[in-house]
Each structure stands twice: as structure tokens, then as C-alpha cells.
């Protein structure tokens, strides 16, 4: 064969072998893409799974029906009889990922609701007035416990061991509150006064001083503060 044509042939084979390795350079790459994004919603997946805890932990504690946790549940076993089949389409992960996407959207918004109406009105209901009655180092634990609730209920959104958390501290806090004797309404509704801060002596009566005075656990906790009105 002369030489021109071999170096001829020789360029055509290299060029066909070109050919094959971009073709399957692209197709790793593609492959490689696909991974990827199924690498990114088995993440989803798994925060989803963690809201579902969630969703599940308020419904126990709360008794609040929350739907979104079938929805999760579904989703999350129609992706895996996909995946499980082969590397699935292009088409099928982008639909997979916004179902995903919206539903755990859905359910985070459902979750954080739901979480800071019944946590409030958790913290709402304890008869904080009745604190100050407590021995100074029990007043000091259980005033550490409810800001520890306080924060527990800014988490955005609140996980399973926050939930689960917040409910032992408000037991325990209500323990402590509940074993205490009811006392004095009108001691009690001038302790929750006195807790809001910026009274003036001038706006207590003779006799809700002498109410303040006559119980000394409640009169050693009431400093007089001179200062510009």
C-alpha cells in the first residue's frame, strides 16, 4: 500500500476512534449528570424524611393531624422503584425533583405553623406569676428551663430531638409549678404586673404594697429602683 494511502487510512481510523471516545465521553458525562442529580434529591429525600419525623413527633406530643407525611412517604417509594430499575431519564428526575421540591415546601410551611401555635401556647399556659414562690435555686432551674422552651420555639423548622426536648422541659416545668400551693390571686396578679417591668411606686396601693410584703419570699425578689421617671 503506498504511503499516502496508509496515512490516509491510519487518519481515518484515528478520527473514528475519536469519534467513539467522544461519544463516550458524553455519554459518562451525561451519565455523570444524572448521578449527580440523583445524588441531590436522595439529599431532599433524607431532609424530607426529617420533617416527616417531625411531623409525626408534634402529632404524638399535640395530637395534631398533619397529612404531608403520607405524601412524603409515597414520593419518597415511587423515586426509589424508579431508581431502583436502572439510572433513570432525564424527564423522570426532573419531575421527581419538583414533586419533591413542592411537597417538602408544603410541609416544612405546615410544620412551622403548626410548631409555633402549639409550642406557644404551651409556654402561654404554664403559671409563670407562680415562679417567684419557688426556693431560690428552683426558681433559678426552672426560669433556665423556659427560656430553654422560648428557644426551642424559634427553631425554623423544629427537628425531632427540639420537639421532643421541648416537651420534657414543659412537663417538667409544670411539675414544679403544679405542686406549688395556688396562693393569692392578688399576689399572683401583682407578681405578673411587677414581671412586666416599669412600675412605679406611685401606681401601687398602700395595701398592694402590704400584699408584696407579706409573703417574704416574694418581697426579697422586689428591688426599688431610683431613677428619672
Known amino acids: 500500500m503506498p504511503e499516502s494511502e496508509s496515512i490516509l487510512h491510519l487518519a481515518r481510523r484515528l478520527a473514528a476512534d475519536s469519534r467513539e471516545i467522544a461519544a463516550a465521553s458524553q455519554a459518562n458525562n451525561e451519565t455523570s449528570a444524572a448521578q449527580q442529580r440523583i445524588d441531590e434529591i436522595r439529599v431532599t429525600i433524607a431532609e424530607m424524611k426529617n420533617v416527616q419525623r417531625s411531623l409525626r413527633a408534634l402529632r404524638n406530643v399535640g395530637g395534631i393531624d398533619i ?6 412517604a409515597a414520593e419518597f417509594s415511587r423515586f426509589e422503584s424508579n431508581a ?12 421527581a425533583d419538583r414533586r419533591l421540591q413542592g411537597i417538602r415546601s408544603r410541609a416544612v410551611e405546615d410544620l412551622l405553623r403548626n410548631w409555633d401555635a402549639w409550642a406557644s401556647s404551651r409556654i402561654d399556659e404554664l403559671p409563670i406569676a407562680k415562679v417567684a414562690f419557688l426556693e431560690a435555686a428552683d426558681r433559678t432551674d426552672v426560669n433556665r ?3 430553654q422552651l422560648r428557644q426551642l420555639r424559634r427553631q425554623k423548622p423544629p427537628s425531632l430531638s427540639d420537639i421532643s426536648l421541648f416537651k420534657r422541659a414543659h412537663d ?31 401606681d401601687l396601693s398602700t395595701q398592694e404594697v402590704e400584699t408584696l410584703r407579706s409573703s417574704a419570699e416574694i418581697a426579697r425578689q422586689v428591688t426599688l429602683v431610683w431613677g428619672a421617671s
Open 67 to 72: 397529612s404531608f407525611g403520607s405524601a412524603i
Open 145 to 147: 428551663s423556659i427560656e
Open 84 to 95: 431502583s430499575a436502572g439510572l433513570p431519564s432525564a424527564l423522570t428526575i426532573r419531575h
Open 172 to 202: 417538667r416545668i409544670l411539675e414544679s409549678l403544679d405542686a406549688l400551693p395556688d396562693g393569692d390571686d392578688d399576689v399572683l396578679e401583682l407578681v405578673e404586673r411587677l414581671s412586666l417591668g416599669g412600675i412605679h411606686l406611685a
